[in-house]
């Protein structure tokens, strides 16, 4: 009879001992080893990303002074429209804390928004996620919001010394509460698996059956303060059909959301000033 | 020998071509195209290496992909050592001195990537048009430049051997 070899399965008795060790392992010991790889990778991202910086900078060092002056024309003129509406916002903001103050209304909640340069986008069937080059050190927190000059980004969904994951308003992992433009009551965004080569979309439900939408006057959808991620009256999309929804008694419709948030540059991270402390909240 | 050196050199390519896969794909991120080119990790440590050498080379380059892509910890780690173990047990029937073999293999390891990480995240999007549209393409995409990806990469894993003056054949290599 011929004699068993064992160097034969090897492979396979290396592999159930690594199965059942990977299976017995204690999730901390994984979540440090991904920290671990994570953070290890990081500068690789970093270090690209400033390497774009540095070839933006020598590409515009190569533009002529006319074109140079040109634009800085146009940066003049933007800024003084700038300057003009900073003033009529501050007016504007002591207008309303002196309303709020006169009707006691609870205070609302205030960000600090912190600029960071996208290092990788990753955005395909199984995710939809970019990284930024901002995290812990400039106290990005889990769950912050991000915008751009086209409205929601997304939300933090990890945050690594350096560097913060984004899940994107596309993903079909995100929702949150939102209100149609113009009518308080909240419905529910949610992401879509994205189809490809097109506008990425989203899907909005509960909708009153009141609301109508059509192709020649779309319906913005834009942020509540419902769930206290999002400042409220932020663009998420426009909705130019709605149809009754499964349930009969709300409608539901697809969201077409902003093309520039495939190819962002530069987001905006919201970080709250003033964190909700559940514990003291929900305290009697 | 604990660790063969070559396991660190393919671990090193490893990182190389999954750094230059990102690269790539966050610039066509606006297109909606996404290359996913795992497959050619996993051929020349299987085909290449003795076992302790190849199971820290695949443990390390799933670690690494782990961390670095959006899916469950572990996943691609253990993916990878249930692919390597497969091709490890029948390496002896594949030729690696030339690329025919390794790019058959890594065609169907990369399938294997595609079909592990829908089977773990796509669940709740089984019954979307678009979603399965969009696997399609990347599947099409990603073998189709795996074409041409694969070959270099293996050249290019060749051509590290001898820089480093390594042995250029496989362990075990068959004597026909």
């Not at chain 1, 533009?63 to 504007?92: C, D, M, P, W």
Request: neutral net charge; hydrophobic residues 50%; charged residues 15%.
């Amino acid at each position: 009879m011929a004699k068993f070899r064992l160097d034969r399965i090897k492979p396979l008795v290396a592999l159930a001992a690594f199965l059942a060790a990977w299976w017995i392992v204690p999730a901390t010991v994984k979540s440090f080893l991904k920290v671990s790889f994570a953070e290890f990778q990081a500068p690789a991202w970093v270090a690209t990303s400033y390497l774009d910086d540095l070839e933006g900078f020598w590409a515009r060092r190569s533009h002529s002074k006319v074109e140079l002056i040109e634009a800085g024309r146009e940066v003049a003129r933007a800024k003084s429209l700038y300057q003009f509406n900073a003033q009529r916002k501050e007016t504007l903001e002591n207008e309303i804390s002196r309303l709020e103050a006169i009707l006691n209304l609870p205070s609302r909640r205030e960000f600090r928004y912190e600029v960071a340069r996208v290092v990788r986008r990753d955005l395909n069937a199984w995710w939809q996620h970019i990284i930024v080059r901002k995290g812990k050190d400039y106290q990005i927190p889990e769950g912050a919001a991000v915008v751009f000059a086209g409205g929601v980004v997304g939300r933090v969904v990890e945050v690594n010394a350096f560097t913060s994951r984004v899940e994107l308003i596309t993903s079909p992992n995100f929702r949150m509460a939102a209100n149609f433009e113009g009518d308080e009551r909240p419905v529910i965004y949610q992401g879509l698996a994205q189809g490809g080569f097109g506008q990425p979309i989203g899907t909005v439900r509960d909708a009153p059956q009141d609301v109508v939408a059509s192709r020649q006057a779309p319906l913005r959808l834009v942020s509540t303060r419902l769930g206290g991620t999002f400042p409220p009256g932020l663009m998420i999309g426009r909705v130019p059909w709605l149809e009754p929804g499964s349930t009969g008694i709300f409608q539901a419709g697809k969201v077409e959301l902003d093309p520039r948030l495939l190819s962002l540059n530069e987001v905006a991270v919201l970080i709250p000033l003033y964190p909700i402390d559940l514990e003291t909240t929900d305290a009697p | 020998m604990l660790l063969d050196p070559r396991a660190i050199l393919l671990f090193g390519a490893n990182v190389l071509l999954l750094y230059l896969t990102l690269l790539v794909n966050s610039a066509l991120a606006g297109w909606s195209i996404y290359l996913f080119l795992l497959g050619p990790m996993l051929v020349f440590p299987a085909l290449y290496l003795r076992h302790q050498s190849y199971f820290i080379c695949v443990l390390l380059t799933g670690l690494w992909v782990d961390a670095a892509l959006p899916a469950p910890f572990g996943l691609f780690t253990l993916g990878f050592l249930c692919a390597g173990a497969f091709v490890f047990q029948m390496r002896i029937r594949f030729r690696a001195e030339h690329n025919y073999h390794p790019i058959v293999l890594a065609h169907g390891l990369n399938f294997f990537c595609i079909l592990l990480v829908t089977l773990a995240l796509g669940t709740p999007n089984f019954s979307s048009l678009g979603f399965w549209f969009q696997v399609f393409v990347t599947s099409l995409a990603s073998h189709l430049v795996l074409l041409v990806v694969a070959p270099w990469f293996f050249n290019f894993e060749r051509m590290l051997f001898a820089l480093c003056h390594m042995d250029t054949e496989p362990e075990d290599f068959p004597i026909l």
